[in-house]
């Protein structure tokens, strides 16, 4: 069975400063990985994703995502956080029968 | 994308009682799916909605709690039934429009307190 880590509950970052949020996940085929952001009171938003090809992805808002395949890593990072981008993060592997498996997700604060 | 709408949006309701979540989409998708976000926890998928077919549930939940409907390929009901104070979370619908490219998107989510 699948699994996602994301070893960071909480993150805190000052404004303007770069960010790198880890996601590692367990998956015995090639994973189709992806990020989402949730807002307070808001669904899911997707990020980035990726399925093959290169390993660095670009997402909405300004976010990337780098796969490395040796590290079973997925990592998500901005290089300028906006006040506006605190919120809860969260990665997933899609598995079989397509359902998603999710990590436990990391909450960003941005200090002004 | 899709536009997914989903209602009620929240809901407080009394203990023993059911609530039905609406699950609307704009056009017609292969898969869909509800979950269950309890506070400060991560997602966990509940059950697959099959179109014209029983649910399929993952471990821990049955239909009898939680009875799922997918009578065509835009809509889907999740019902929460007997409630407990246990059951207050958010319920999100997603669904997948393609099998072979999957992208799940989500609706808003009902959040749903139990008293």
């Known amino acids: 069975a699948q699994s996602v880590t994301q070893p960071d509950i909480h993150i805190t970052v000052s404004e303007g400063a770069s960010l790198e949020l880890r996601c590692n996940y367990s998956?015995?085929?090639?994973?189709?990985l992806f990020w989402y952001v949730q807002s307070p009171g808001q669904g899911l938003q997707l990020l980035l994703k990726y399925f093959s090809g290169d390993t660095l992805v670009q997402g909405i808002k300004g976010f990337e995502a780098e796969f490395k395949r040796s590290q079973s890593s997925f990592n998500l990072r901005k290089p300028s956080v906006h006040w506006s981008d605190a919120a809860e993060y969260f990665c997933a592997v899609r598995g079989g029968g397509n359902k998603l498996t999710f990590g436990t997700g990391t909450q960003l604060k941005v200090e002004l | 994308s899709a536009v997914i709408s989903q209602k009620p949006s929240r809901d407080i309701c009394q203990r023993g009682t059911s609530l039905t979540i609406q699950c609307q989409v704009d056009s017609q998708v292969t898969m869909m799916f509800w979950y269950r976000q309890q506070p400060g926890q991560s997602l966990t998928l509940i059950a697959t909605a099959n179109q014209g077919s029983e649910a399929t549930y993952e471990s821990g939940f049955v239909i009898d709690k939680f009875p799922i409907s997918r009578p065509n390929l835009t809509f889907s009901t999740l019902t929460v039934s007997n409630m407990s104070p246990e059951d207050s979370s958010i319920y999100l619908c997603?669904?997948?429009?393609?099998?072979?490219?999957?992208?799940?998107?989500f609706g808003q989510g009902t959040r749903l307190t139990v008293v």
């Open positions: 998956y015995g085929a090639t994973p189709y």
């Open positions: 997603s669904v997948l429009r393609d099998r072979v490219y999957p992208e799940a998107f």
